[in-house]
């Protein structure tokens, strides 16, 4: 059963342009979110999180949107750059687990 | 460069074989993991070590072997594989297991296994 779900699995962006990814979780239990960015070739690192008693966490060019009510969570990256290409995972996890429940992954491609 | 390393990346093994993934961590961590990642799917959690000891297995079939001799080694030891297992493997590292999953889990690249 998927607690995290990234519904997108593509997202084409121009560079210089805004780029949104979606995560929704089921599990009310979560607490602390996070997004991993992955290259190919590469293991997925780190990129920024969130605690569920915040609705936003800003770190430069990225930014993480978390709606409680809705079980829903946004990354936004301003300005897309062509670096940004790659797989973004979004994960979750509760209090006193240990255990990252990740999505599928969206792939975002950002054009010239 | 994470600081956690994986050997081989890429591994191509016959149904028969018996072959092991090495992981090693350079950032004085105690909680190792091993995941697996299956083309366009989660990464699913398979074990987790806190300190050398196994703290968690997520119902990983037997011919997955896991072993920790230390806090900066992490082996996955295989034999009599499924084509099914062929997949993405990766090791990753954190301070801690710590509750609230805010002890950041650092990974390795990954070894790429195929099963024939």
């Known amino acids: 059963d998927q607690q995290v779900k990234q519904n997108s699995p593509s997202l084409s962006v121009q560079e210089g342009r805004i780029s949104i990814l979606n995560c929704d979780y089921t599990?009310?239990?979560?607490?602390?979110f996070l997004w991993y960015k992955k290259y190919p070739a590469e293991g997925p690192t780190f990129l920024i999180s969130?605690?569920?008693?915040?609705d936003k966490n800003e770190d430069g060019r990225f930014t993480v949107f978390l709606n409680k009510s809705a079980k829903h969570l946004s990354l936004h990256i301003v300005p897309s750059q062509p670096g940004d290409s790659a797989v973004y995972f979004c994960a979750a996890t509760g209090r006193n687990d240990y255990k990252l429940s990740f999505g599928a992954g969206t792939t975002v491609t950002v054009r010239a | 460069e994470t600081g956690v390393t994986q050997t081989p990346r890429h591994l191509v093994m016959g149904m028969t074989n018996k072959k092991s993934l090495k992981c090693e961590q350079h950032?004085?961590?105690?909680?190792m993991y091993w995941y697996k990642q299956s083309a366009k799917k989660p990464l699913e959690l398979m074990f987790v070590y806190s300190l050398e000891e196994r703290v968690e297995n997520n119902s990983v079939p037997s011919r997955f072997s896991p072993e920790c001799p230390n806090s900066s080694h992490l082996f996955l030891h295989l034999h009599t594989l499924q084509p099914e297992d062929s997949a993405l493997y990766l090791c990753?590292?954190?301070?801690?297991?710590?509750?609230?999953?805010?002890?950041?889990?650092?990974f390795g690249p990954g070894t790429r296994l195929l099963v024939l």
């Open positions: 599990n009310s239990m979560f607490d602390y």
């Open positions: 950032l004085g961590h105690n909680a």
């Open positions: 990753a590292s954190s301070r801690s297991p710590a509750g609230g999953g805010e002890e950041t889990q650092y």
């Open positions: 969130i605690s569920s008693i915040k």
